[in-house]
């Protein structure tokens, strides 16, 4: 696989993908869909994530989480495969091109969305570098249902037409716990090196068992969401549609609650960014058909 390409950690993408999914299903189906924000809205998205994911292997590589002991896919920077001076290099590119993209959305949408994109790289720069990286102190969950889940599913919604409906808030919830649940499954899967390196993360904090448990929780809640939002009337009884989705959950709970090994919590995240993809493609087409 191509260093670049390993370094992005595609298996997380579908978290940045399914937020700008669902929050143009909601335009589309209020009638301010526009294909030129969906492109670019998602074109930032998942620069931006990539930015995320650089930071991260360099950040880890410097303070020494990606050991040899690590169980789950090869880090660039740790591994060799990349110097930190290129891996910088990569980050600047990928915040360089979401800033480009945000500059056209900031002419279609106002500065409400200067804002969300100052904050959001300010943030991610922050998760795992800078005086306190927040991601080493049990705050990295927060970070992801914060920006991948409420600011990516409601600040798409806004760009279309500067609005951000109940129904937005009630999606954008959704899509940030099953977000919040890749991160959890993959520092379960790093549990005890990330320890080791003093990387307190919430799976650390808590513990194996109660961050299996904050997993099932979280994917579990993603559901219970839809359903109180179509009991209040919030979003349309399509929605309920996601439930479809509910089979595709099985495995990995199952997993993440009997194996400790590498593989198998390995394919728990991408069983759960798989999972949150196809949510929102149900919520989506829901939305729409409703």
Same mark, same amino acid.
């Given at each position: 696989?191509?260093?670049?390409?390993?370094?992005?950690?595609?298996?997380?993408?579908?978290?940045?993908?399914?937020?700008?999914?669902?929050?143009?299903?909601?335009?589309?189906?209020?009638?301010? *869909?526009?294909?030129?924000?969906?492109?670019?809205?998602?074109?930032?998205?998942?620069?931006?994530?990539?930015?995320?994911?650089?930071?991260?292997?360099?950040?880890?590589?410097?303070?020494?989480?990606?050991?040899?002991?690590?169980?789950?896919?090869?880090? /660039?920077?740790?591994?060799?495969?990349?110097?930190?001076?290129?891996?910088?290099?990569?980050?600047?590119?990928?915040?360089?091109?979401?800033?480009?993209?945000?500059?056209?959305?900031?002419?279609?949408?106002?500065?409400?969305?200067?804002?969300?994109?100052?904050?959001?790289?300010?943030?991610?720069?922050?998760?795992?570098?800078?005086?306190?990286?927040?991601?080493?102190?049990?705050?990295?969950?927060?970070?992801?249902?914060? *920006?991948?889940?409420?600011?990516?599913?409601?600040?798409?919604?806004?760009?279309?037409?500067?609005?951000?409906?109940?129904?937005?808030?009630?999606? +954008?919830?959704?899509?940030?716990?099953?977000?919040?649940?890749?991160?959890?499954?993959?520092?379960?899967?790093? =549990?005890?090196?990330?320890?080791?390196?003093?990387?307190?993360?919430?799976?650390?904090?808590?513990?194996?068992?109660?961050?299996?448990?904050?997993?099932?929780?979280?994917?579990?809640?993603?559901?219970?969401?839809?359903?109180?939002?179509?009991? +209040?009337?919030?979003?349309?009884?399509?929605?309920?549609?996601?439930?479809?989705? /509910?089979?595709?959950?099985?495995?990995?709970?199952?997993?993440?609650?009997?194996?400790?090994?590498?593989?198998?919590?390995?394919?728990?995240?991408?069983?759960?960014?798989?999972?949150?993809?196809?949510?929102?493609?149900?919520?989506? =087409?829901?939305?729409?058909?409703?």
């Amino acid at each position: 696989m191509n260093r670049w390409v390993l370094a992005a950690r595609p298996a997380t993408l579908p978290a940045g993908v399914a937020a700008v999914v669902v929050g143009s299903a909601l335009a589309g189906a209020d009638g301010v *869909f526009a294909w030129d924000l969906f492109v670019v809205t998602l074109f930032a998205a998942v620069a931006i994530q990539i930015g995320v994911n650089f930071a991260n292997d360099l950040a880890d590589a410097q303070k020494g989480a990606d050991t040899e002991a690590r169980i789950g896919p090869t880090r /660039a920077v740790a591994s060799g495969l990349m110097t930190s001076g290129q891996m910088k290099r990569g980050i600047a590119v990928m915040f360089g091109l979401a800033t480009l993209a945000g500059w056209y959305l900031i002419w279609r949408a106002g500065w409400v969305i200067l804002v969300i994109g100052v904050v959001s790289i300010i943030a991610a720069l922050g998760y795992t570098n800078g005086p306190v990286p927040y991601g080493y102190y049990g705050l990295g969950e927060v970070f992801v249902f914060v *920006f991948f889940g409420v600011v990516a599913t409601v600040g798409t919604r806004y760009v279309y037409d500067r609005s951000a409906p109940a129904d937005a808030w009630w999606s +954008a919830v959704a899509m940030g716990v099953l977000a919040a649940a890749i991160l959890v499954a993959n520092n379960v899967r790093d =549990i005890d090196t990330d320890r080791d390196a003093g990387k307190r993360t919430l799976a650390v904090i808590l513990g194996r068992t109660s961050a299996r448990w904050l997993y099932a929780a979280m994917v579990m809640g993603a559901y219970a969401v839809i359903a109180v939002a179509v009991a +209040a009337s919030s979003l349309p009884a399509w929605a309920l549609l996601t439930f479809a989705s /509910a089979p595709l959950a099985v495995s990995p709970v199952r997993t993440i609650f009997t194996q400790t090994e590498g593989p198998p919590l390995i394919s728990v995240l991408k069983a759960t960014a798989r999972l949150q993809l196809v949510f929102a493609g149900l919520l989506a =087409i829901g939305v729409l058909v409703a």
